[in-house]
């Protein structure tokens, strides 16, 4: 298995190496003003607590970010409790009163929370935090003012835990009972967990934890090493001190800038910018087959197992997310560990992980799966752009404020003196110590020693003589001194009387300012005054202008609603007198056809029935067939003629073709090809068309109607023609469009009647007179016309047309 990294340290790798790959650019961003997040990984056992602390002689990534921080910002650091840290994971600002107040009142408190910088370093870490590379940042804002403020928490058993927090009698080892609850005795007080909460620019923190302000090096560490101790460590198969929870040291610089003249902290809170670097120290993940964990282990273990898994979770949904372009739900509060850092992975700042690999043997499989999770969150890359406040002041001012103070300090010794009297009494004692000679050694070894004394007494008359001059000189000076402020009296006396004739000007001059004052404030009372009439007025009569305004809406909404009713009202009574009148047109017209066709069915009864009478009439009689009785018509069944087929010497009834209601008009006829000739009587017949396969559009444009002729097979296996008719109307896009109107059916049926005989039938006719006695409708018909299936009118035609 091969697994890619951005960097690869061997075994024999120093501190210092690793710092400068991984930890200094997250220091450098700290100082710029960015977050950052560092956190070791790996299988328990394989050296993460040792990367992140270190070792005697040869500290670890921590105390080297905290050497290289104060190395940066040293001298531009701010006095203790000018900058001040609320609840809220912000920060103010507090001017050099108020701070001096401030640590008055830490210094008189029994137990100060803050370290102090005059103690000694405790030899138990000293070896740790002992740097002799003086690594520092080297682009360093030198106009703004910085403090560096520390806190120590760990996560056990995904509960929070303050390792500052100051408790009684062990707090971070509660004794737990059968009901797996914290005793609670008088000896022994349970420490709280803290909650996790969301700040106003929505980053988390940890409420109530308790945050040191730190001015050096050694104080931070000294706190680091204080939360240490409280740390849960537990002894088990695979690492004599094997870390049970997760530990977060998180190192926060604030910033300022200096105001105008370079002197003082801007109090400006939006000016403050606050950022932060995590130091996380991640327990190992192991296996309980081979740690042999039980109780309270094994749930640590589990515990441990779980939040990691969180972790991995969270990075593969992040993945997901960034290659596939999807949109899912990182799922940081299954875990205290990945909602705390929810904002870094959001792109709130850089993550840095150092993956620490064992190389035995027996870790392989845990070392495989923590090498491929590394490599794949080397492919999340999230970027948030981070905003800081605009300054506006002119850069250098702190330089040119120490250049000022310099140059006044030499003008003022120039002058007659030091500055403040620390510098005057330095320059006095160095003034003695290098004018007086040495002593010799009094040391008398011999009663007869007579050197020994005799260059005592010499050198003793010199400083005498030494001291004399000194005196009198001192002397000269403090007379020069007394004549200077003799001076300065008289001249201070003279400006006295000077400013006290400009102050009588003045004086006259304000009082003549205040009576116009006075004038102006009666004047503005009176303007006031009517200001409030007319506000007043001018309400009525907006007043009165708003009552009107409502009444016309209210009067105009009731006239829309009005003419709508109306406008609602008319459409219904027009669709209303258009739907009655086409009703009644269509009835009138049914009614109309209806009539129609029964008269013209009459008519042809009556003319059926006038050819079959001169049929019957010119028949020739020679003999008078005899007609049977019924009792013999009862006992024998009557038998079916057999029509006889047309009469040869009869010529063709020529046919006829039927002339289409809507003649008169432009028509499109579309017979498609696939359509059978019928060669039936009534054939339609359109004149003025356009007979068309397909329909086109140029035929349909030079023409107002379209007919469309269909066949189907009926269900008596009868072909029946639909003549499918609609009007042609041109579309608004300038084409043409059909909407279909009517349909008129055309089918050819057979009769099914009985057919009629004209004489009775067991008289046995002539020989020559078997075709004209014995006859019935098929006979008399050579031509067979088209008829309605089951109609008792007889044969005939009957037009079916059938609206939309």
């Given at each position: 298995t091969?697994?890619?990294?951005?960097?690869?340290?061997?075994?024999?790798?120093v501190?210092?190496e690793?710092?400068?790959?991984?930890?200094?650019?997250?220091?450098?961003d700290?100082?710029?003003?960015?977050?950052?997040?560092?956190?070791?990984?790996?299988?328990?056992?394989?050296?993460?607590?040792?990367?992140?602390?270190?070792?005697p002689?040869?500290?670890?990534?921590?105390?080297?970010?905290?050497?290289?921080?104060?190395?940066?910002?040293?001298?531009?650091?701010?006095?203790?409790?000018?900058?001040?840290?609320?609840?809220?994971?912000?920060?103010?600002?507090?001017?050099?009163?108020?701070a001096?107040?401030?640590?008055?009142?830490?210094?008189?408190?029994?137990?100060?929370?803050?370290?102090?910088?005059?103690?000694?370093?405790?030899?138990?870490?000293?070896?740790?935090?002992?740097?002799?590379?003086?690594?520092?940042?080297?682009?360093?804002d030198?106009d703004?003012?910085?403090?560096?403020f520390?806190?120590?928490?760990?996560?056990?058993n995904?509960?929070?835990?303050?390792?500052?927090?100051?408790?009684?009698?062990?707090?971070?080892?509660?004794?737990?009972?059968?009901?797996?609850?914290?005793?609670?005795?008088?000896?022994?007080?349970?420490?709280?967990?803290?909650?996790?909460?969301?700040?106003?620019?929505h980053?988390?923190?940890?409420?109530?934890?308790?945050?040191?302000e730190?001015?050096?090096?050694?104080?931070?560490?000294?706190?680091?090493?204080?939360?240490?101790?409280?740390?849960?460590?537990?002894?088990?198969?695979?690492?004599?001190?094997?870390?049970?929870?997760?530990?977060?040291?998180?190192?926060?610089?604030?910033?300022?800038?200096?105001?105008?003249?370079?002197?003082?902290?801007?109090?400006?809170?939006?000016q403050?910018?606050?950022?932060?670097?995590?130091?996380?120290?991640?327990?190992?993940?192991?296996?309980?087959?081979?740690?042999?964990?039980?109780?309270?282990?094994?749930?640590?273990?589990?515990?441990?197992?779980?939040?990691?898994?969180?972790?991995?979770?969270?990075?593969?949904?992040?993945?997901?997310?960034?290659?596939?372009?999807?949109?899912?739900?990182?799922?940081?509060?299954?875990?205290?560990?990945?909602?705390?850092?929810?904002?870094?992975?959001?792109?709130?700042g850089?993550?840095?992980?150092?993956?620490?690999?064992?190389?035995?043997a027996?870790?392989?499989?845990?070392?495989?799966?923590?090498?491929?999770f590394?490599?794949m969150?080397q492919?999340?890359?999230?970027?948030?752009?981070?905003?800081?406040?605009?300054?506006?002041?002119?850069?250098?001012?702190?330089?040119?404020n120490?250049?000022?103070?310099?140059?006044?300090?030499?003008?003022?010794?120039?002058?007659?003196?030091?500055?403040?009297g620390?510098?005057?009494?330095?320059?006095?004692?160095?003034?003695?110590?290098?004018?007086?000679?040495?002593?010799?050694?009094?040391?008398?070894?011999?009663?007869?020693?007579?050197?020994?004394?005799?260059?005592?007494?010499?050198?003793?008359?010199?400083?005498?003589?030494?001291?004399?001059?000194l005196?009198?000189?001192?002397?000269?000076?403090?007379?020069?001194?007394?004549?200077?402020?003799?001076?300065?009296?008289s001249?201070?006396?003279?400006?006295?009387?000077?400013?006290?004739?400009?102050?009588?000007?003045?004086?006259?001059?304000?009082?003549?300012?205040?009576?116009?004052?006075?004038?102006?404030?009666?004047?503005i009372?009176?303007?006031?005054?009517?200001?409030?009439?007319?506000?007043?007025?001018?309400?009525?009569?907006?007043?009165?202008?708003?009552?009107?305004?409502?009444?016309?809406?209210?009067?105009?909404?009731?006239?829309?609603?009005?003419?709508?009713?109306?406008?609602?009202?008319?459409?219904?009574?027009?669709?209303?007198v258009?739907?009655t009148?086409?009703?009644?047109?269509?009835?009138?017209?049914?009614?109309?056809a209806?009539?129609?066709?029964?008269?013209?069915?009459?008519?042809?009864?009556?003319?059926?029935?006038?050819?079959?009478?001169?049929?019957?009439?010119?028949?020739?009689?020679?003999?008078?067939?005899?007609?049977?009785?019924?009792?013999?018509?009862?006992?024998?069944?009557v038998?079916?003629?057999?029509?006889?087929?047309?009469?040869?010497?009869?010529?063709?009834?020529?046919?006829?073709?039927?002339?289409?209601?809507?003649?008169?008009?432009?028509?499109?006829?579309?017979?498609?090809?696939?359509?059978?000739?019928?060669?039936?009587?009534?054939?339609?017949?359109?004149?003025?068309?356009i007979?068309?396969?397909?329909?086109?559009?140029?035929?349909?444009?030079?023409?107002?109607?379209?007919?469309l002729?269909?066949?189907?097979?009926?269900?008596?296996?009868?072909?029946?023609?639909?003549?499918?008719?609609?009007?042609?109307?041109?579309?608004?896009?300038?084409g043409?469009?059909?909407?279909?109107?009517?349909?008129?059916?055309?089918?050819?049926?057979?009769?099914?009647?009985?057919?009629?005989?004209?004489?009775?039938?067991?008289?046995d006719p002539?020989?020559?007179?078997?075709?004209?006695?014995?006859?019935?409708?098929?006979?008399r018909?050579?031509?067979?016309?088209?008829?309605?299936?089951?109609?008792?009118?007889?044969?005939?035609?009957?037009?079916?047309?059938?609206?939309?």
């Amino acid at each position: 298995t091969q697994c890619s990294f951005k960097e690869v340290f061997g075994t024999l790798v120093v501190q210092k190496e690793l710092f400068d790959v991984v930890a200094k650019p997250l220091v450098e961003d700290l100082i710029h003003g960015k977050n950052g997040l560092l956190f070791t990984y790996g299988v328990t056992g394989s050296g993460k607590t040792h990367t992140m602390t270190g070792s005697p002689g040869n500290g670890g990534l921590l105390p080297r970010c905290l050497d290289m921080i104060f190395n940066s910002i040293g001298p531009f650091q701010a006095k203790r409790f000018v900058f001040k840290l609320d609840d809220k994971n912000g920060v103010d600002v507090q001017c050099k009163v108020d701070a001096l107040l401030e640590r008055q009142k830490r210094d008189a408190m029994p137990v100060p929370k803050t370290p102090s910088g005059k103690r000694q370093i405790d030899p138990e870490f000293a070896d740790m935090i002992n740097m002799q590379d003086r690594c520092k940042v080297e682009e360093v804002d030198e106009d703004n003012v910085y403090s560096v403020f520390v806190s120590y928490i760990e996560i056990y058993n995904n509960y929070i835990y303050d390792l500052l927090e100051e408790a009684p009698f062990e707090p971070i080892k509660p004794k737990w009972n059968n009901c797996n609850t914290p005793v609670r005795n008088g000896d022994f007080i349970p420490p709280q967990s803290k909650i996790l909460r969301e700040d106003q620019n929505h980053n988390m923190y940890v409420t109530g934890c308790t945050e040191v302000e730190v001015k050096s090096a050694e104080e931070a560490f000294e706190v680091f090493w204080r939360g240490q101790k409280r740390r849960h460590i537990a002894n088990t198969q695979l690492n004599r001190e094997s870390s049970r929870s997760h530990s977060v040291y998180i190192i926060k610089l604030a910033q300022a800038p200096l105001d105008a003249d370079g002197d003082n902290v801007l109090q400006e809170k939006e000016q403050i910018a606050l950022s932060q670097l995590s130091l996380v120290d991640l327990a190992g993940s192991e296996r309980t087959n081979r740690t042999k964990a039980e109780g309270n282990r094994l749930r640590e273990a589990s515990n441990i197992n779980q939040s990691l898994m969180t972790l991995r979770t969270c990075i593969e949904v992040l993945r997901e997310n960034q290659m596939y372009g999807t949109n899912k739900m990182v799922p940081y509060r299954d875990s205290k560990l990945t909602h705390l850092f929810k904002n870094y992975f959001d792109g709130e700042g850089k993550v840095r992980m150092i993956v620490c690999v064992n190389p035995k043997a027996e870790d392989y499989e845990e070392s495989l799966q923590v090498m491929r999770f590394a490599e794949m969150t080397q492919e999340v890359e999230v970027a948030r752009p981070v905003d800081r406040p605009l300054c506006g002041l002119t850069p250098g001012r702190r330089l040119r404020n120490q250049a000022f103070r310099e140059e006044l300090s030499r003008r003022l010794e120039m002058r007659g003196g030091p500055v403040n009297g620390e510098t005057e009494e330095q320059s006095v004692s160095e003034m003695f110590l290098q004018n007086f000679p040495p002593l010799p050694s009094c040391e008398l070894l011999d009663v007869n020693d007579d050197q020994t004394l005799p260059k005592l007494i010499e050198v003793l008359e010199k400083r005498h003589k030494l001291r004399q001059m000194l005196s009198e000189e001192f002397a000269k000076n403090v007379l020069a001194f007394k004549t200077m402020l003799q001076e300065f009296d008289s001249s201070v006396i003279s400006k006295e009387n000077y400013i006290q004739g400009k102050l009588s000007e003045k004086e006259k001059t304000i009082s003549g300012q205040k009576m116009e004052l006075e004038r102006l404030e009666k004047k503005i009372k009176t303007l006031e005054f009517k200001i409030d009439i007319l506000e007043k007025t001018a309400l009525i009569y907006e007043e009165d202008k708003r009552n009107l305004q409502q009444e016309l809406e209210s009067k105009s909404q009731k006239l829309q609603r009005q003419a709508s009713d109306k406008r609602r009202l008319e459409a219904r009574l027009q669709g209303m007198v258009a739907e009655t009148t086409m009703k009644w047109e269509k009835e009138c017209e049914r009614r109309v056809a209806a009539k129609q066709l029964e008269m013209q069915n009459k008519l042809w009864v009556k003319d059926e029935k006038l050819k079959q009478l001169k049929a019957i009439v010119t028949e020739p009689k020679n003999e008078k067939p005899e007609r049977p009785s019924r009792e013999r018509d009862r006992e024998k069944p009557v038998q079916r003629s057999v029509s006889p087929p047309p009469v040869p010497n009869m010529p063709p009834v020529r046919l006829r073709h039927r002339r289409s209601r809507s003649a008169g008009e432009r028509w499109v006829d579309h017979k498609p090809p696939s359509n059978l000739p019928t060669e039936t009587v009534m054939q339609p017949h359109v004149p003025n068309s356009i007979t068309v396969a397909a329909a086109s559009e140029k035929a349909l444009a030079k023409c107002d109607k379209y007919m469309l002729t269909h066949q189907e097979l009926a269900s008596d296996g009868e072909i029946e023609t639909k003549l499918i008719k609609g009007d042609v109307f041109k579309t608004r896009g300038g084409g043409q469009a059909v909407q279909f109107t009517e349909i008129e059916t055309l089918k050819q049926e057979s009769p099914t009647g009985r057919k009629r005989r004209s004489s009775p039938s067991n008289a046995d006719p002539p020989e020559g007179a078997a075709d004209s006695e014995w006859t019935d409708v098929e006979t008399r018909c050579s031509v067979a016309v088209e008829m309605r299936a089951g109609s008792t009118l007889g044969p005939g035609y009957q037009h079916h047309a059938q609206p939309k």
